[in-house]
């Protein structure tokens, strides 16, 4: 081969795997970065937007509390919770801004005269109206599916703003108030989604 044409193509190719250019089993033998850094880059690729957690903007002020060991705990259950029922970021976000609303994210039993009724645990479920008993109830993964699944039975809760679908399942006294958590939850699961 020409001198020349030789210099050219080795030159190429050395350009096309310093800058990346080359694809498939090359590129990955060539990668330099070690594999914990890659699969921490999957993970980080994976967490939802902001787009896909508030599809339908937020309404209203929008409230923001510091949270405790036990509360991000809870957040944790609520997504596992979430995932389990097979179900996707958007109603992590519903169900967490409910907490929010109904509990600040505290596992609350019996508030004695402070109490609604029976109201008691993360979403302020009533055994009286069905929710389930008071052990139950107090079970942040109970808890969380019996909300989940109420929410499934809400026609398009998908395409309503939050505080719409959560009054929808809560039938609560104040319907806009879960307005104001949605930042603080959709922030919650970016940054819980994939823990």
């Given at each position: 081969m020409n001198t020349i044409l030789r210099r050219s193509v080795l030159g190429f190719a050395g350009l096309a795997l310093s800058t990346g250019v080359v694809a498939g089993p090359l590129?990955?033998?060539?990668?330099p970065t070690p594999a914990s850094a890659s699969a921490s880059a999957v993970v980080r690729a994976e967490k939802p937007d902001m787009g896909t957690l508030i599809p339908h903007g937020t309404q209203g002020t929008q409230s923001r509390i510091a949270l405790g060991d036990e509360q991000v705990a809870n957040v944790k259950a609520i997504i596992e919770a979430t995932k389990n029922a097979g179900m996707d970021e958007r109603a992590a976000v519903v169900a967490i801004a409910t907490s929010l609303q109904e509990s600040k994210l505290e596992n609350l039993g019996h508030l004695g005269a402070r109490n609604d009724h029976d109201s008691q645990g993360l979403f302020q479920q009533r055994p009286s109206s069905g929710w389930g008993t008071v052990e139950q109830i107090t079970d942040p993964a109970y808890s969380t599916t019996a909300f989940l699944d109420a929410l499934k039975q809400v026609e398009g809760w998908q395409d309503m703003p939050l505080t719409e679908a959560a009054q929808t399942v809560q039938v609560s006294a104040?319907?806009?108030?879960y307005a104001q958590w949605e930042t603080q939850a959709a922030d919650l699961v970016a940054e819980h989604w994939t823990s």
């Open positions: 590129a990955t033998l060539t990668d104040f319907p806009f108030h």
